[in-house]
């Protein structure tokens, strides 16, 4: 599995993963929409953290930097 997320997505990815899962915490919108918040801020933290997302293999694109074990 190799790296396909670059730095600056990495940090996008964590703020709005982080967002996602505070506002399901703090709001009350349902248990359905609570779940998909969470689940969608949970799977954006993973990806930063692993630098791999299937979205991007599957479509072919690289947001990591040229030389860095891309």
């Known amino acids: 599995m190799k790296a396909n997320v670059g730095t600056t997505d990495k940090a996008m990815r964590i ?3 982080l967002i996602l899962m505070m506002v ?18 949970i799977v954006s933290l993973l990806t930063s953290i ?11 694109i690289h947001t990591c930097e040229m030389g860095k074990n891309c």
């Open 15 to 17: 703020s709005i993963g």
């Open 24 to 41: 399901a915490i703090i709001t009350s919108m349902g248990t359905t929409l609570t779940v998909i918040f969470m689940t969608a801020g």
């Open 50 to 60: 692993f630098g791999f997302c299937l979205l991007y293999r599957l479509i072919g």
